[in-house]
């Protein structure tokens, strides 16, 4: 079938669902909310119920405490903690009257009475509940309120980065480095509680669906332009099973308050980095319409070197390299879109993306070979490496809502087609040297490589939610994805003597990747007494196809799989909580992991894919706890993972590599070892010390043991790493952050990573009666960050040292029109993997 018939059959298929339940579900049905005459077996048992709502944004206030007092003599009753919706609920209450009393980070305690239960009116619904920023004089220092650092829920942390202020100038990748639990490499991949197996979504979809990887596509988005990151360390049914450790979404900022606002913001580092910023909302009646530009060039050195050992035959061989590279990158993204509401209850949305992004590496690197002794070279050789890389992309999506006058009850239907092409050019120029580097001998190899790519996705998906009464909901739904990925690899040497290039079949490559998965799940949620209760089940099949067209090897995969989650929570006095999860999960292997072409780095590094691989499968179960005091916020977890089949990347030395016969040249490449597990802890702990100083710290401790008994290898390791934030509001518009991470060394199946730290600190000031700001940081400011790895196999060893420019001043303006960041919604994060943000198992915490 070709693919503007699969697109045609999906956008019908898309429309005909969707058109299907929007008549059906929007007709009364029985046993919905608002029925009377219920039977009550205990007819003393009271219940309240309300929702916590920011009063100047309307903004749902996630895990607010709430104290239930008695008006008589003020003794402590109940309590309970809002879920992500903002709402409450507390049950087995007495008759009587009361008041509340609501607690949360950047807000002062605030008061609300007239509390009425009684034997005729058990149940009292407070409403929604206004609570106002604090906003006072303290000695002559005004404070103002900020929202809380970072908000705990049931499967997820949630980091708002809006008032993130090291790093400002900067992309997405530097956001990661100040979120908890998740950890960057120098080469900007990204990993969860030790796991580079990581999902990352943006704005709930995928970042790899067109093949740029995850790392790739956070250095695409500016860090002003990101709102909060959500860490999804156990999803429910509803999300995409993909990613070993979990979810990372990154939520961009969204506006949709009536007239016109935006924001624009301009920065320049001390690096050679740029960037800049417009985001403009204009809403009028039923119509909404908005588009954002963003920009960015940067300029970074960077070095390495590394001393490689061999050992053939009784004889040791040495390889030194020392590496000098600069990299340059430029980007353009602009995004338009439109928002149509047809009545309160339907709301359809369109909008288009596309992202220019081009990056420039050279690379100059000194070879020094030698044979039997360290003091005695017997090759010297110069290769200078100049690679540039440009990507082009459109993303269109089209997202309908629509809601019921039963509360909760909701059908969304998303449709996303996305394309990129890449053309990447590289040019080698290898020189040779005699003893000493100021005496080339004359020889020398030209080599060039292009690659081009063209990928193409398209999915599909609709949920639906249904509450069952008041305290149970039925949620399920599908999703369709499919992806198409092309490349195609030449390679070509200079020939002196025809003076001309050569093509060289063998080291050339075109291979496409083709893969289709089709999902359904089905989630039930529940209270039982003082637990909640949410159980899920998704079905995935997949088809796999690749083929190597160069040499005519195709190869195909496809397994139906199923992932169980299930979630229970227990909600204490006191303002306390706790709970429990299991979720199976799966990592398929990509298009670069099953494509079996060497690609070379170097003649003296290559990697290539393994087709035979398969999916490999996590069982993971997490307990958690969570404690509110008036300052303190208290957040431990213990986390369990099992991985069967594990993925893992494998280096090892050979000599009789097709075309390099006789060299020895590390070989990366891929297998299914037997078993991975790994285990561990982690402490959240927010501090409001004073109305003006919070502080957030993290701490987490894992262990990781590989069975690599196919290989006859095996690790086991231990890990920690620290981190911490402090935000400080000086008054006057003064704002002060102060931030550091610490990891410790790792130790993995073949090679050991040295620790790594750094520290960040940044301030701002309120301008123009706080419509703009003037922002200064600067990044890793004792210019500690560096990458060491000793890597070690059967016949090598190997130390590398890499660091680049990561010391940085940046300067930065923000000036927002109409209060355009004040005034930011709550949106509802809606994502084709598919959580939407709003309503989980916990809105029935009674």
């Given at each position: 079938?070709?693919k503007?018939?699969i697109?045609?059959?999906?956008?019908?298929?898309?429309?005909?669902?969707?058109?299907?339940?929007?008549?059906?579900l929007g007709?009364?049905?029985?046993?919905?909310?608002?029925?009377?005459?219920?039977?009550?077996?205990?007819?003393?048992?009271g219940?309240?119920?309300?929702?916590?709502?920011?009063?100047?944004?309307?903004?749902?206030?996630?895990?607010?405490?709430?104290?239930?007092?008695?008006?008589?003599?003020?003794?402590?009753?109940?309590?309970?903690?809002?879920n992500?919706?903002?709402?409450?609920?507390?049950?087995?209450?007495?008759?009587?009257?009361?008041?509340?009393?609501?607690?949360?980070?950047?807000?002062?305690?605030?008061?609300?009475?007239?509390?009425?239960?009684?034997?005729?009116?058990?149940?009292?619904?407070?409403?929604?509940?206004?609570?106002?920023?604090?906003?006072?004089?303290?000695?002559?220092?005004?404070?103002?309120?900020?929202?809380?650092?970072?908000?705990?829920?049931?499967?997820?942390?949630?980091?708002?980065?809006?008032q993130?202020?090291?790093?400002?100038?900067?992309?997405?990748?530097?956001?990661?480095?100040?979120?908890?639990?998740?950890?960057?490499?120098?080469?900007?991949?990204?990993?969860?509680?030790?796991s580079?197996?990581v999902?990352?979504?943006?704005?709930?979809?995928?970042?790899?669906?067109?093949?740029?990887?995850?790392?790739?596509?956070?250095?695409?988005?500016?860090a002003?332009?990101?709102e909060?990151?959500?860490?999804?360390?156990?999803?429910?049914?509803?999300?995409?099973p993909?990613?070993?450790?979990?979810?990372?979404?990154?939520?961009?900022?969204?506006?949709?308050?009536?007239?016109?606002?935006?924001?624009?913001?301009?920065?320049?580092?001390?690096?050679?980095?740029?960037?800049?910023?417009?985001?403009?909302?204009?809403?009028?009646?039923?119509?909404?319409?908005?588009?954002?530009?963003?920009?960015?060039?940067?300029?970074?050195?960077?070095?390495?070197?590394?001393?490689?050992?061999?050992?053939?035959?009784?004889?040791s061989?040495?390889?030194?390299?020392?590496?000098?590279?600069?990299?340059?990158?430029?980007?353009?993204n602009v995004?338009?879109g439109?928002?149509?509401?047809?009545?309160?209850?339907?709301?359809?949305?369109?909008?288009?993306?596309?992202?220019?992004?081009?990056?420039?590496?050279?690379?100059?690197?000194?070879?020094?070979?030698?044979?039997?002794?360290?003091?005695?070279?017997?090759?010297?050789?110069?290769?200078?490496?100049?690679?540039?890389?440009?990507?082009n992309?459109?993303?269109?999506q089209?997202?309908f809502?629509?809601?019921?006058?039963?509360?909760?009850?909701?059908?969304?239907?998303?449709?996303?087609?996305?394309?990129?092409?890449?053309?990447?050019?590289?040019?080698?120029?290898?020189?040779?040297?005699?003893?000493?580097?100021?005496?080339?001998?004359?020889?020398?190899?030209?080599?060039?490589?292009?690659?081009i790519?063209?990928?193409?996705?398209?999915?599909?998906?609709?949920?639906?939610?249904?509450?069952?009464?008041?305290?149970?909901?039925?949620?399920?739904?599908?999703?369709?994805?499919?992806?198409?990925?092309?490349?195609?690899?030449?390679?070509?040497h200079?020939?002196?003597?025809?003076?001309?290039?050569m093509?060289?079949?063998?080291?050339?490559?075109?291979?496409?990747y083709?893969?289709?998965?089709?999902?359904?799940?089905?989630?039930?949620?529940?209270?039982?007494?003082?637990?909640?209760?949410?159980?899920g089940?998704?079905?995935?099949?997949?088809?796999?196809?690749?083929?190597?067209?160069?040499?005519?090897?195709?190869?195909?995969?496809?397994?139906?799989?199923?992932f169980?989650?299930?979630h229970?929570?227990?909600?204490?006095?006191?303002?306390?909580?706790?709970?429990?999860?299991y979720?199976r999960?799966?990592?398929?292997?990509?298009?670069?992991?099953?494509?079996?072409?060497?690609?070379?780095?170097?003649?003296?590094?290559?990697?290539?894919?393994?087709?035979?691989?398969?999916?490999?499968?996590?069982?993971?179960?997490?307990?958690?706890?969570?404690?509110?005091?008036?300052?303190?916020?208290?957040?431990?977890?213990?986390?369990?993972?099992?991985?069967?089949?594990?993925?893992?990347?494998?280096?090892?030395?050979?000599?009789?590599?097709?075309?390099?016969?006789?060299?020895?040249v590390?070989?990366?490449?891929?297998?299914?070892?037997?078993r991975?597990t790994?285990?561990?802890?982690?402490?959240?702990?927010?501090?409001?010390?004073?109305?003006?100083?919070n502080?957030?710290?993290?701490?987490?401790?894992?262990?990781?043991?590989?069975?690599?008994?196919?290989?006859e290898?095996?690790?086991?390791?231990?890990?920690w790493?620290?981190?911490?934030?402090?935000?400080?509001?000086?008054?006057?518009g003064?704002?002060?952050?102060v931030?550091?991470?610490?990891?410790?060394?790792?130790?993995m199946?073949?090679?050991?990573?040295?620790a790594?730290?750094?520290?960040?600190?940044?301030?701002?000031?309120?301008?123009?009666?706080?419509?703009?700001?003037?922002?200064?940081?600067?990044?890793?400011?004792?210019?500690t960050?560096?990458?060491?790895?000793?890597?070690?196999?059967?016949?090598?060893?190997?130390?590398?040292?890499?660091?680049?420019?990561?010391?940085?001043?940046?300067?930065?303006?923000?000036?927002?029109i109409?209060?355009?960041?004040?005034?930011?919604?709550?949106?509802?994060?809606?994502?084709?993997?598919?959580?939407?943000?709003?309503?989980?198992?916990?809105v029935?915490?009674?």
């Amino acid at each position: 079938m070709s693919k503007i018939s699969i697109i045609r059959h999906l956008f019908l298929l898309f429309f005909i669902i969707t058109l299907g339940f929007t008549p059906i579900l929007g007709q009364p049905g029985q046993g919905q909310r608002g029925q009377g005459g219920e039977n009550r077996e205990l007819p003393r048992i009271g219940k309240l119920t309300g929702k916590i709502v920011d009063n100047q944004s309307g903004e749902p206030l996630m895990y607010a405490s709430v104290v239930l007092n008695s008006k008589r003599d003020s003794t402590m009753v109940s309590g309970a903690i809002t879920n992500e919706s903002g709402h409450f609920t507390m049950e087995q209450l007495p008759p009587g009257m009361f008041f509340i009393t609501v607690n949360y980070i950047g807000y002062p305690p605030q008061n609300f009475n007239d509390i009425r239960i009684t034997f005729r009116e058990p149940e009292f619904d407070l409403g929604t509940v206004q609570l106002e920023p604090s906003a006072q004089v303290l000695d002559e220092v005004t404070v103002e309120a900020a929202r809380s650092l970072m908000e705990t829920g049931l499967d997820r942390r949630v980091i708002n980065v809006n008032q993130e202020l090291t790093s400002i100038g900067g992309t997405g990748i530097d956001i990661m480095q100040n979120i908890p639990s998740v950890a960057v490499d120098f080469d900007g991949n990204v990993s969860l509680r030790g796991s580079t197996n990581v999902t990352i979504l943006i704005d709930g979809r995928p970042s790899t669906l067109t093949g740029l990887s995850g790392s790739e596509a956070l250095q695409q988005i500016p860090a002003e332009m990101i709102e909060r990151v959500e860490v999804i360390t156990n999803p429910s049914a509803r999300y995409n099973p993909e990613g070993t450790s979990g979810i990372i979404n990154v939520v961009l900022k969204e506006h949709r308050r009536p007239g016109y606002n935006g924001m624009v913001s301009l920065n320049a580092g001390s690096a050679g980095t740029y960037s800049g910023s417009v985001n403009l909302n204009y809403k009028v009646n039923d119509w909404n319409f908005f588009t954002n530009y963003s920009a960015r060039l940067s300029d970074m050195d960077s070095y390495g070197n590394s001393l490689r050992e061999t050992f053939f035959e009784g004889t040791s061989n040495f390889m030194d390299q020392d590496i000098t590279g600069n990299m340059g990158m430029g980007s353009h993204n602009v995004q338009a879109g439109i928002d149509y509401n047809f009545n309160s209850k339907n709301t359809l949305t369109l909008s288009s993306r596309y992202s220019n992004w081009n990056r420039n590496f050279d690379n100059l690197t000194e070879y020094i070979l030698y044979r039997d002794f360290i003091t005695n070279p017997n090759s010297l050789f110069l290769m200078d490496n100049d690679t540039d890389m440009l990507h082009n992309s459109f993303t269109h999506q089209m997202n309908f809502r629509r809601t019921f006058d039963q509360r909760h009850r909701e059908l969304t239907a998303d449709l996303v087609f996305s394309t990129r092409n890449m053309d990447r050019n590289e040019n080698f120029v290898q020189q040779f040297f005699e003893e000493n580097w100021d005496n080339p001998n004359g020889l020398s190899v030209l080599e060039r490589t292009q690659m081009i790519g063209q990928n193409w996705s398209l999915s599909s998906q609709l949920d639906y939610a249904h509450p069952l009464g008041d305290d149970s909901k039925f949620e399920t739904g599908y999703r369709i994805q499919l992806r198409e990925m092309d490349s195609d690899f030449k390679f070509e040497h200079f020939n002196t003597e025809q003076d001309s290039w050569m093509n060289e079949p063998n080291r050339s490559n075109h291979f496409i990747y083709n893969e289709q998965i089709f999902a359904a799940y089905g989630m039930y949620a529940t209270m039982l007494g003082k637990f909640s209760l949410q159980a899920g089940l998704r079905a995935e099949q997949t088809f796999v196809e690749g083929n190597q067209v160069t040499i005519d090897e195709p190869f195909s995969k496809n397994y139906l799989n199923l992932f169980p989650t299930m979630h229970i929570r227990r909600s204490f006095e006191n303002n306390q909580s706790a709970q429990i999860s299991y979720t199976r999960r799966i990592n398929r292997p990509n298009n670069r992991n099953l494509n079996p072409f060497m690609r070379y780095s170097s003649e003296y590094e290559v990697s290539m894919g393994n087709p035979d691989l398969d999916p490999e499968f996590i069982n993971s179960f997490e307990i958690g706890y969570t404690r509110f005091w008036n300052t303190t916020t208290l957040n431990p977890s213990i986390f369990y993972r099992q991985t069967e089949g594990m993925i893992t990347r494998f280096s090892r030395v050979v000599n009789d590599l097709p075309g390099l016969e006789g060299r020895e040249v590390t070989l990366m490449t891929f297998e299914n070892l037997n078993r991975g597990t790994s285990y561990g802890a982690e402490l959240v702990v927010n501090q409001r010390i004073t109305d003006w100083w919070n502080m957030n710290g993290t701490f987490s401790y894992f262990r990781s043991i590989i069975d690599g008994a196919q290989m006859e290898l095996e690790s086991d390791s231990y890990s920690w790493s620290g981190r911490f934030v402090s935000n400080m509001n000086l008054g006057s518009g003064w704002n002060m952050q102060v931030n550091g991470f610490y990891r410790s060394p790792i130790v993995m199946l073949n090679a050991e990573i040295e620790a790594m730290y750094m520290v960040n600190a940044g301030v701002r000031k309120n301008i123009w009666g706080n419509t703009g700001s003037i922002s200064l940081n600067i990044s890793d400011i004792f210019n500690t960050m560096k990458f060491s790895l000793y890597n070690y196999g059967d016949n090598f060893t190997m130390n590398m040292d890499r660091w680049r420019t990561s010391r940085v001043i940046t300067l930065g303006f923000t000036y927002r029109i109409n209060e355009f960041e004040r005034r930011n919604n709550n949106r509802r994060m809606r994502d084709n993997g598919g959580d939407d943000g709003g309503m989980d198992f916990d809105v029935f915490e009674m």
